[in-house]
């Protein structure tokens, strides 16, 4: 889809179609009052007769217009003027490309993105509406051999602006909008590919061609790598796999060389069956997007990479399944980890903490300044916050809060859990520094506590995305998150937020 962004009146606009808001009931904005002008009152014809109220969601489209250039004119509810903040704007923008994918027009011109939002600038607006176009128009049929047949013809997008002042500004919010909604396309579909082809060389070999795209510095550590540096605790839960570990590293740099990158690290359990802990057959299938941790991190690279954003930008993605085996992890068997902690694994399907604390060790050679790392890491995470936050742990009080504020822009938001000593406890082993479970309870903060034990030489913080990372049902499938949180904090880090 290509994108642009025009000032000008929506009456002298020659589009396949011209988008305007009603407000309920039947109020018309600003471009929706000029067009009924120019069609000496067609439009306040049909609000009078009632077959666009102005309620949140509807559309109605209509054609031919007299007195106006574009064929048609699709008319948006927007609900309540009083009541219009972000949720209700982003609504009107779906709304709007749903309506537009069900109609033959090939082009829109957007007249949203000037409503008044509550404490959001009109590159908020732009943005957002960006990544939506884009990621509302997104499908995962690779695999289907009959493709379904529909139309899809849109083609080109303009937004409408007021004044030519904004011009600038609106480009490069469009830009942004665009590179997220990449970055979120390309972690939809790493998730949604099948497991016995998206194994751990696989995601090597994506990461690779990421590089290569983007002129990264890639370097894939390997088994014996991994023997080298004494990663005896991810090497654990790749014992029981004929498919050999990876250890993914990605270097963007868009800053000067001693400017301290950020660190990103992603959960990459290509599937995870629980290994000898083997978990139930219900839904194992879900268990694919294991490696929706790796898929964010990596997609927030290429959004990053795709704004030349002037950060540097450290990617590891601990690559493994977790299969049951002659030669897999048994419970209670101890290894001793990187850092030189010793770990009882009482729980092969507590996998997820077992590679990442490793590939946490591996971080701090890299100075960071602050180390993020994401993992679908527990079920206790979607049973406290549901499908609609992530789970946000941190060492540090003040990156809690970035990494929220950064959410609540993006929508995609994330919710501040404790990391206090007392759930430590729960983590106790009789024979080795620390079990790699705490029990049944506060599932997901335990698993948090243990990764802050490998985390100690500097600010970090913890997404658990188990609840976020995909949707089950009817559309199952990736959903792209936590990539807009994460391009939103690193763009506020890149001082290109206002
Ligand atoms: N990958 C799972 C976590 C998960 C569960 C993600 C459900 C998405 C949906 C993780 O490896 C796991 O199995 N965690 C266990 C930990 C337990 C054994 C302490 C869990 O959550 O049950
Ligand atoms: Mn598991
Ligand atoms: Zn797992």
């Known amino acids: 889809m290509e994108f642009s962004i025009k000032s000008g009146n929506p009456e002298k606009r020659r589009s396949a179609c011209v988008v305007v808001g009603i407000f309920e009931s039947r109020k018309p904005t600003l471009p929706a009052e000029l067009l009924d002008k120019a069609s000496s009152g067609f439009i306040s014809d049909i609000l009078r007769r009632g077959d666009m109220e102005g309620k949140a969601g509807s559309t109605l489209m209509l054609h031919s217009v007299p007195g106006t250039l574009c064929d048609r004119i699709l008319l948006v509810g927007l609900g309540k003027e009083k009541e219009f903040r972000e949720k209700e704007y982003l609504a009107a923008v779906r709304a709007t490309f749903k309506a537009l994918a069900d109609t033959g027009a090939q082009d829109a011109s957007l007249f949203l993105a000037e409503l008044p939002v509550k404490k959001k600038d009109l590159a908020w607006k732009i943005r957002q509406a960006a990544t939506i176009a884009l990621d509302t128009g997104y499908r995962f049929d690779d695999f289907k051999s009959q493709k379904p047949t529909a139309r899809r013809s849109l083609k080109k997008v303009t937004f409408g602006v007021e004044r030519r002042n904004e011009l600038a500004l609106a480009e490069e919010a469009l830009a942004q909008g665009i590179a997220i909604a990449e970055g979120m396309a390309i972690a939809r579909t790493l998730g949604n590919m099948p497991p016995n ?13 990421l590089a290569q795209e983007f002129q990264l510095e890639c370097d894939i550590l390997e088994r014996a790598d991994m023997e080298a540096l004494g990663m005896h605790s991810l090497l654990a839960v790749a014992r029981g796999a004929v498919q050999p570990p990876k250890l993914i590293v990605l270097h963007y740099r868009g800053a000067k060389a001693n400017s301290k990158p950020v660190v990103l690290v992603g959960k990459g359990v290509t599937f995870d ?4 802990s083997l978990k139930p057959a219900a839904d194992m299938d879900e268990m ?17 990479a795709r704004m030349q954003l002037p950060i540097n930008l450290t990617v590891l993605v601990p690559a493994t399944e977790n299969m049951p085996d002659g030669n897999a992890t048994r419970p209670g068997d101890i290894v001793t980890s990187m850092s030189g902690q010793t770990i009882e694994i009482l729980n092969t399907d507590a996998e997820g903490r077992l590679i990442l604390c490793d590939a946490l060790t591996y971080a701090e050679r890299f100075s960071p300044d602050v180390v993020i790392d994401v993992a679908t890491l527990t079920g206790a995470c979607v049973v406290a916050l549901g499908h609609i936050a992530s789970g946000l742990f941190a060492n540090k009080d003040n990156l809690a809060r970035d990494l929220l504020d950064a959410g609540e822009l993006a929508q995609d938001r994330a919710w501040h859990m404790p990391l206090w000593d007392d759930y430590q406890d729960l983590l106790k082993s009789g024979f080795a520094d620390m079990g790699n479970i705490g029990g049944r309870w506060g599932g997901a903060i335990t698993a948090a506590c243990f990764l802050s034990r490998f985390t100690k030489a500097y ?13 089950s049902g009817a559309d199952k499938g990736a959903t792209g998150r936590p990539v807009p949180l994460l391009a939103h904090y690193l763009l506020q880090r890149a001082g290109k937020l206002d």
């Not at 082809?197 to 061609?209: C, G, K, M």
């Not at 694919?288 to 990053?304: E, P, R, S, Y």
């Open 459 to 471: 600010d970090w913080a913890h997404l658990d995305v188990a609840g976020t990372a995909y949707r």
């Open 197 to 209: 082809i998206f194994h751990p060389s696989y995601l090597a070999e994506q990461a690779r061609q």
């Open 273 to 276: 069956t629980g290994g000898i």
């Open 288 to 304: 694919k997007f294991d490696m929706c941790g790796a898929a964010g991190v990596l997609g927030t690279l290429k959004a990053v």
